[in-house]
């Protein structure tokens, strides 16, 4: 898998895609940052969208949760067109977290956690303390049992970090959209995200779409990587069909050797610095 | 006698109840609205708008008699804060979503011109500005039962209201996306949440006039002890506030500068409770600043 031409992924009516967006144009005032994406969410699986910074992975995931309109361009989800669904309809259907969402002061983790349940009680509904199993399980499984009914605002960034992963899994949907879950962490908080992603779609079988930006984190938990550049698709599929040397220096600007991680077998990436051009200076 | 004095003194006290607790709970709902703890009927420029309206009918309407003035002053006040928040929204729309921050600015931007409005419509009164000036500081002086009938029936229809904002400002204060996150309509929720604290603040300014840093301390102090969470915050930040207007109405009754023999004459025998407030409101302003920087 060399090709330096451009590739689209097939868009058909797959019934294993639990959420499919085809030729996305969008962009902000005079800006259009995609240009014709296609993105498909297959059933079951980790898909990861990589690439460079300004490529539009997150402005695809603002028009995939509706955050932001699309001029062009349709987004489908479990076959319904994601523009004709309620906010609440939506939000039963897919969870999504932003980028470093900021913490409302003075919030305990449970409080916090409760708001995930508002597509399914409603306003009024939200009134009574919310109790439900959804809630305990996403506490669980987060982890944050032991903070419960601390302040959000007394965590540490990854312990926050898991509590706002809760709030998400509170709403107890079959699609989790993640925006780069993992940035400003440390390592040690990174991984214990990445393993939260990956227990939650093997032992419960939920569909993550996650933008992320360290390549070894996507090629070890991804089934599949989406690359974007420039706001189009330059490849996707499975990790060792899309990573090669050629494309980490054609879309990153890097020049890296790629070997087979030890003991998952997945690509792992060696980074040795800028790709240096013929006459000795780096191209980016 | 002493039952006469007793007597005058229940309308007073019931409406510094009323008054403090919607304030207390519409400065709950803006601090979530806002996201920002510095937050409160007085930045939002409901409470400019509401008072220039009050201002300037007391100078240029006509002459009521107490029962309609009751009923009639409210009416105008909200009637300006609605204006007021509605051109905040529409202007802070105008350049794309109404976010907090534009809400804020804009809302600030307003106050400053009212403010100019008030002082204005002030200087071409003269001498018989006191009444008004009385009026801007804040006092429950002039209250009786009339009003007191007023403020009980607009709580009444407020109350579902406030109630209703409680879970929108709770999913709100975690931020736009999250709130789109979870299945809120952002926009139609701060609408709400601004109409209904508009409302609130536009009735207290009208009848007890500039007390509108009991919305900014009231949700604070109670905050410490209830939390974020509205459910609880919001009857919390009601009670502090209740409690704090009653307060300040109590050192108004019972200090007496006049009694003091300073050396500049003293006009009132009592200050309006409205200064004390905005003493206690100005030293805990500095607080907040502080502890947030």
Sequence with gaps: MNQSEPQAPPVDDDPDASLRAASIVAGYGDTQILDGVDLQALRGKVTALVGPNGCGKSTLLKVCSRLLGARQGSVVIDGDELASLDGREMARRMAMLPQAPSTPPHFTVRELVEQGRYAHVGPLGMLRRQDDEAIDRAIDLSGMRRYEHRDVDTLSGGERQRAWFALALAQDTPLLVLDEPTTHLDIGAQWEILELVKRLNVEHGVTVVAVLHELNHAATIADHLVVLQSGAVVRSGAPWEVLDEALLADVFGVDATIIVAPRTGAPAILQHGTRQGDDGVATI | ?293
């Design chain 2, 1 to 293: 006698m002493e039952v006469i004095a007793a007597l005058a003194r229940v309308p007073r006290a019931t409406m510094a109840g009323f008054v403090g607790g919607g304030l207390g709970a519409s400065g709950a709902l803006l601090q979530s609205l806002y996201r920002n703890p510095l937050a409160g009927p007085g930045i939002t420029g409901v409470s400019p708008g509401a008072t220039t309206a009050v201002v300037v009918f007391l100078v240029y309407g006509p002459e009521l008699a107490t029962s309609t003035a009751a009923i009639v002053t409210p009416v105008v006040a909200i009637a300006g804060g609605a204006l007021t928040a509605g051109f905040t929204y529409a202007i802070s729309s105008l350049a794309g979503r109404a976010d907090p921050l534009r809400l804020i600015l804009t809302g600030i931007l307003f106050g400053g011109v009212l403010s100019t409005v008030t002082s204005f419509v002030l200087l071409t009164q003269g001498r018989s500005a006191v009444a008004i000036i009385q009026f801007l500081a804040g006092s429950i002086d002039v209250v009786g039962w009339e009003e007191v009938r007023v403020v009980a029936i607009a709580s009444i229809v407020v109350t579902p209201l406030i109630v209703y904002c409680i879970p929108l400002g709770n999913v709100l204060a975690l931020g736009d996306n999250i709130a789109h996150g979870v299945g809120e309509r952002v926009g139609r929720a701060r609408l709400m949440m601004l109409f209904t604290a508009s409302t609130i603040t536009a009735v207290a300014v009208a009848f007890v006039g500039g007390m509108v840093f009991v919305g900014l301390i009231a949700p604070h102090i109670a905050r410490r002890y209830v939390g974020g969470d509205l459910r609880r915050l919001v009857p919390a930040a009601a009670l502090t506030g209740t409690a704090l207007v009653l307060l300040g109405d109590l050192l108004a009754r019972s200090v007496r500068p006049a009694d003091w023999n300073l050396p500049f004459p003293v006009g009132p025998t009592t200050l309006p409770a409205g200064v004390y407030l905005t003493v206690a409101g100005a030293l805990f302003f500095a607080r907040i600043v502080r502890k947030t920087t």
